[in-house]
């Protein structure tokens, strides 16, 4: 499974962006698919997890202003992120789990200025 990410940039809080992660390779092994961030200093954390059963769970910190869907048909996911504040400042990375085995993207910068 590969899995290309992109859409981060530069945003003013307040603001939104819109990332893909565009899978390739096995996608039909693919069971769970997220969005996880890491900013600079912290750790890799998770944002936003759909399961193999469709449902989502979020970070708390991004509850109600985040949102991912998943489009089987298009092999991506997305996330839709609403109301951006400078701490949502991080890379941020598409992760799959397919056969047992986690699968991530390159990472795409979101920078939100303050």
């Known amino acids: 499974v590969q899995l290309q990410a992109s859409g981060g940039g530069l945003v003013q809080a307040g603001g939104s962006l819109r990332l893909s992660c565009a899978a390739s390779g096995s996608t039909g092994s693919i069971s769970d698919i997220g969005w996880y961030r890491q900013a600079p200093g912290q750790q890799r954390d998770v944002v936003a997890r759909?399961?193999?059963?469709?449902?989502?769970i979020y970070a708390d910190s991004v509850k109600g202003r985040f949102t991912s869907s998943r489009d089987i048909a298009e092999n991506t996911v997305y996330l839709q992120m609403n109301s951006l504040k400078p701490e949502d400042t991080a890379v941020y990375y598409c992760r799959a789990v397919a056969e047992g085995r986690n699968y991530w993207g390159q990472g795409t910068e979101v920078t939100v200025s303050s």
């Open positions: 759909i399961s193999s059963g469709g449902s989502t």
